[in-house]
């Protein structure tokens, strides 16, 4: 346990969130790590040229799902100075973008990397409709360029089965409802994640919360859905 002098222990979260499914993972996250008693800073990464959602039309989601699989950058505003303080951990978490980062998290790298991420224990977490792979071994690439140590990874994917969830995602993206289609509904209920999946984050935030206050290494957590804990 910690000793009643000790400093208490602080975690910053960042995060790019454009339909609020990787925000509310992260809230209940960070809720997760007050209830251990963390200290949590939690600052959104703000677009110079923020994106709206939905997008609205086709072309404009195909032209959107073009960029970002090149991986087009989305300058963000600077963070603010608190960003830059001492923190025990850094989680570094957002959506998944044609199978990339976010434009804004990739930003983020670019400008930011170095200063930031050097030296510091980052724990990223990914919202995904099922893709995550190619996001998540480009992040992890990323972050020990900067200098960071990737200490561990959670993955949150939309619950619907495929191709319901690609085909359910595109339709939102271009501004339709698809969980209220008719027919298309029995197979894609909900759009994002669901409670059970904020629930999850909630748990994982008290046994990062936990680890990190008894000194235990965040590589042996297991974020399994439904198994969060040493």
């Given amino acids: 346990m910690q000793p009643a002098d000790s400093q208490p222990v602080r975690v910053l979260i960042l995060y790019y969130s454009l339909s609020a499914q990787t925000s509310g993972l992260v809230h209940r996250l960070g809720a997760g790590l007050e209830a ?7 600052e959104r990464l703000q677009p110079l040229a923020p994106r709206k ?33 001492r923190y025990d951990l850094i989680v570094l978490a957002g959506p ?28 990223p977490l990914i919202s995904c409709r099922g893709y995550w792979r190619m996001h998540w071994l480009s992040l992890r690439f990323q972050l020990a360029r900067c200098g960071a140590k990737v200490v561990n990874r959670m993955v949150f994917s939309h619950p619907s089965k495929e191709p319901w969830r690609t ?12 969980e209220r289609s008719g027919w298309f509904s029995r197979y894609y209920p909900r759009y994002g994640h ?12 008290r046994a990062i919360g936990q680890a990190l ?10 974020f399994v859905l439904g198994r969060a804990g040493l």
Avoid: H
Wanted: hydrophobic content about 45%.
């Fill in 36 to 42: 251990q008693g963390v200290q949590v800073v939690c």
């Fill in 53 to 85: 959602f939905p997008i609205g039309t086709v072309p404009a989601t195909l032209f959107m799902m073009l960029i970002t699989f090149l991986r087009v950058r989305m300058p963000i505003q600077p963070l603010p100075p608190v960003c830059r303080e």
């Fill in 96 to 123: 998944t973008w044609s199978y990339n980062p976010s434009g804004p998290v990739l930003s983020l790298l670019d400008r930011d990397g170095a200063s930031l991420f050097g030296g510091q224990q980052v724990l």
């Fill in 167 to 178: 085909v359910g995602v595109f339709l939102k993206l271009a501004g339709r409802v698809p």
């Fill in 194 to 205: 669901s409670r059970e999946q904020q629930e999850e984050a909630f748990a994982f935030g």
């Fill in 213 to 222: 206050k008894q000194g235990d290494s965040l590589a042996d957590l297991s």
